[in-house]
């Protein structure tokens, strides 16, 4: 069964930038288009970035030119690199496979605060 842990979240000042690593079992990047979700109290999971298992990549409007998705050579950490954080990026940011879901893993909290 395919699993993911998310690590790197932490607080950052606005402005500021984080890497966000998430390892994936069974080489699932390798063979699965995968995302990084964000969800905060009260809303739904939406999806930050997505990468394709060929390479192409994804943004949601809120990020595009400040987040970039990618994975390794090995194809087994995705990851999500942050760059000008805004407040409103507040979240839990997940990772998991476009579609098909898997399971959730623990997620990762980022919290950008002044």
């Known amino acids: 069964q395919v699993q993911f842990v998310e690590s790197g979240g932490g607080l950052v000042q606005p402005g500021g930038s984080l890497r966000l690593p998430c390892i994936g079992t069974r080489n699932a990047f390798a063979f699965y288009d995968m995302a990084w979700y964000r969800q905060t109290p009260g809303r739904q999971r939406e999806v930050v970035a997505s990468?394709?298992?060929?390479?192409?990549?994804n943004y949601t409007d809120s990020v595009k030119g400040r987040f970039t998705i990618s994975t390794d050579r090995a194809k087994t950490t995705a990851y999500l690199q942050m760059n000008t954080l805004r407040a409103e990026d507040t979240a839990i940011y997940y990772c998991?496979?476009?579609?098909?879901?898997?399971?959730w893993g623990p997620g990762t909290q980022v919290t950008v605060i002044s």
């Open positions: 990468i394709t298992k060929f390479g192409a990549t």
């Open positions: 998991n496979l476009l579609s098909s879901l898997r399971a």
